[in-house]
């Protein structure tokens, strides 16, 4: 009778536990970060002090705005000019800047929330179950536990933990048993604009390490999310026959053994799990906020470098061209001195004209060899060979 009263026991007791796991392990992703939003700005809403100013537009991008915040319009007016507190709005929902500080505040006050917590009551629960073989014997059994813990203002700890443990021995002599422990404790510019910035986004390195840390961090988050649910290991093991040990629940001794079972924990306190998510969240925003001004400045690069280089092409031509008319100039001007149509100040002057066109040819080609380097280099085709000279 006791027997069977103690399978039904821990029967019940390893269902209680799987209960509560499979409940805990029921909160999605989202309604964790629900309540870590609900209780940072909790602490935001009452350590806010008025001397702080007013407390608006404080909440960060993936929440909901708070009732008082400024409203913003999607698009500049028509007209094109805004007013100073359109500019203010514009500026507190867009400014990349602005969203990092909200974000800071954001992480301080969940920082706060885990300290807090360390002085709240924290339950937890346990559960094993698994197989046990050895020379002569078999062996099934269980063991769950469930308790809390909880820091006091003075540093001291007080835990309590509750264990119940179960073996039936499948061949032997060994009886079953229930355990109750308790416990304390030169090239022309022949594309579109359109082209460059396309090549530009798919070759810049810089961007693609942008990328990769936005990738980084959406796995991170994943792995965050992951978190929350119950812990479940898969244990084992095979003792070393020359050292002689007890199994501590069967209390039997052991000489030689062979182990397998599952271990689980359940989700009952998962506040520093929640913290880790939340700033997992925001540094995805972050990361994203990072490539986003990443890929604008490129864009803005881009396009400069890009008339940059057509400015320095047109000029080129028009200096080649200018050039080609004081050749011919010279020219002419030395065979109308040979006609005695033309003087030696003629001459002269042709030929400083000459030479200012060639001085403005080079250096209309050197500034357009630099444009060129710049283009290539800001749109990530630039490649540079072991001897220092580049290629495309």
Known sequence: ??????????????????????LAGCRSPEEYKVEADKQVYNIIDKKWSKDFGSKVNYKISDTEPAPNALKVEKAVPASGILTLPQAVALATAHNRQYQTEKELLYTMALDLRLSRHDFERQFFGHGFGGYNKNDDDEAVGGQGSAGFMQLLADGAL????VTLAWVEILTGDLRSGLAALSAMGQI??????VEVLETALARRLDLANSRDAVDDAE???VVAADGF????????GISDP????TDLISLKELEREAFVGLEGS?????VAEQNIYRKTLILRSQQQRFYEEAVDLVKLEVRGAWRDLNEAAERHQIQLDNLELAKKRFENTMLLLQYGRANTRDVLDAQEDLFDAQNAATVAVVDYTIATLNFYRDTGVLAVRPDGMWQR
């Open 1 to 22: 009778m006791i027997y069977n009263l103690d399978k039904k026991l821990i029967c019940l007791l390893l269902c209680w536990l799987v209960c509560l796991c499979v």
């Open 158 to 161: 007080i835990s309590t933990n």
């Open 188 to 193: 022309m510019p022949d594309f579109s604009e």
């Open 219 to 221: 796995r991170k988050v």
């Open 229 to 236: 649910g119950a812990d479940l290991n898969l244990v084992g």
């Open 242 to 245: 020359s050292k002689r040990r």
């Open 266 to 270: 359940l989700p009952l306190d998962r």
